[in-house]
């Protein structure tokens, strides 16, 4: 009962962050043009939902970025700020087309799981550098994250140029269909009649990290000392939990989500390809909002991953009426600065409904 | 070829330490700035947006002074957000940080296209080089190193650091700061307002890190282009580098600049362009190099011991 409780107004407070954006991105929009604001605002609110195809895409946007999303929420849950998720998801969508491309002699079902697993050892031990740099050398892991995001960016890059390169796009060579997610035929129902969506079966696989996470974490012993150690680390180390161990252990699932998402994202049959450019990828900056708007829980995760990707379709929806796109990142970042202050409004939801709860015994 | 090297790391190096010292001002009172690249952005955009609109009315130095000061307003601006957000909301500092982030470089793109169409502003920045100091370019080695080819942000910087070693170490309102770092609840309790200092810090932070947008983008580029690229980052990574103490913050500062310079000018270096390593690695030089030194280093961290935690009134 009380979890459910606390889950109820972290979810107020989550939902009054996301109005207070919503109203910032309105009166941007009036103030760029006054007489398309209002059509405009009502395509963000309902272009995700206007056709199957579209919330199927909704899926497709959300699957990367719920499991960016999982990535850092799980390292903060376990009191690790993991800002590298962009270099680990980078490395894992490499690993990936890399199977997907190199590995054909496989069949297609055993070298798609091949490609996943791979994606998720490659993020694995992307992120075990900062882990084992926290853990015995005492190095801030938000600083070794940096680092190891240029480093990963560069790295590859150069891996691309030397292994899959396809010089006549300059991008990645194309991963062949049989390599991809399978749609499960989400490509008939996902559909407006004409063009069937991108949405496949790397959004089940996200939904099931989700839970799985959210069970090791909450369910679990070996999620309870991860917890514990970073809850208060010298109580955990006076409990006897192996404080080092657990501090790489944790880097590198988190590191194993963010290199899936990678994955998932480049095996997903939409034909999008890795440019070999000194930019760090977006999905895993995203991934850090998608997991602080959720407070880091793993099932609030999928849901702030989706309204993330549904207002994403939105912008891009919204361009029909000369708008930039760009306002929809101003929106959240607005939700965003507003849900650090979750804490203050659960705080004073939370006495509201104590004085509640007083007034109805006064009158009992 | 040193001097080119030296000139080149100056455009680096610069940046970095004014946007280090800021965040240093703001983490040595006890407050986590990662909203400094957000904050560089938006310092950058509006100081250039104002330079490629009025730089052929005003003289080239008149011009950039006064693109410096739009730069600091704004960056003082930005950062009364995020101090309102963790001094008096107790609101997590990361978190507001990360928005900042996120709305500045949209912010920047939204407002280029409104109003010049395109998402990069313009400018020349041709028009604010100094090709030599008078007297002090004439001096060998010296001169042709600092004083050569130099822009005026470059001596502002310096300026910069020696005023914030002053305020920090040898004033009333430094000692107080740094208090607020370390103990606020002592510091409190000697009469100090804890929440006012930490404003100030806040707000000198945004300054100093809308100067160093502007600082970073006029002699390495002719257009903004909604970014800084990562360098509020790596100003962080400086700052920790440097133990947040102004004089290690130069080295650390000097020492990324410098792997900058190298990487940005090796096809130029003799020696290095016959060895042919690809250029990747020469990119990603500065960052395992940091790596490798903060592995050996950061045993004994001297964080200041209040950072990141919100002060409440009455907490003991």
Redesign the interface.
Known sequence: MNTFKAGFSDFLASGAAVLAGLFVGLI?LFF?NASQAIPAFLTILTSGFSSLRNFGDVLYFATPIIMTGLSVGFAYKTGL?NIGATGQFTFGAFAAIYVGVEFQFLPPAIRIITALVAAMLCGALWAA?PGL?KAY????E???C???N??GM??V??LILNTIFDPFRAQTAVVPASSNMPRWGMNYIFTDGIIASSVNSGIIVALAAAVIIHIVLNKTKFGFELKAAGFNKDAAKYAGIAQNRNIVLSMMISGALAGLGGALLYLSGAGISMNVA?V?AAEG?TG??VA?LALGSPIGIIFTGMLIAYLHLGGFTMQLFGF?P?????V???I??F???S??MKIYLTRLAKKRAKEKEEVV | MIFFIMQQTMFFFIPLLIVALGGMFSERSGIVNIALEGIMVMGAFTSILFISTFQHMMPGQTTLLLGLLIAMATGVFVACFHAYACINLNANQTISGIAINIFAPAFAIYTARIVGQTQQVFFAPQMFLISSVPILGEIPIIGPSFFQGAYITTYIGIGVLVVSWFVLYKTRFGLRLRSCGEHPQAADSVGINVYRIRWAAVLISGALAGMGGLVLIVPTSIAFNATVSGYGFLAIAVLIFGQWKPLRIILAAFFFGLMQAITASHTVIGFLRDIAIPAHFYHMTPYIATLVLLAFTSKRSAAPRALGQPYEKGLR
Request: proline share 0%; hydrophobic share 65%.
């Open positions: 941007v760029t700020f550098i740099l050398r005492n190095v801030h938000v600083i070794s940096i680092m190891s240029y480093i560069f790295l890059n150069w000194n760090l900056f850090i909002s602080f930039v760009e306002i929809i990142e101003i959240i970042s607005v965003i600065y849900s650090a202050f804490l203050l």
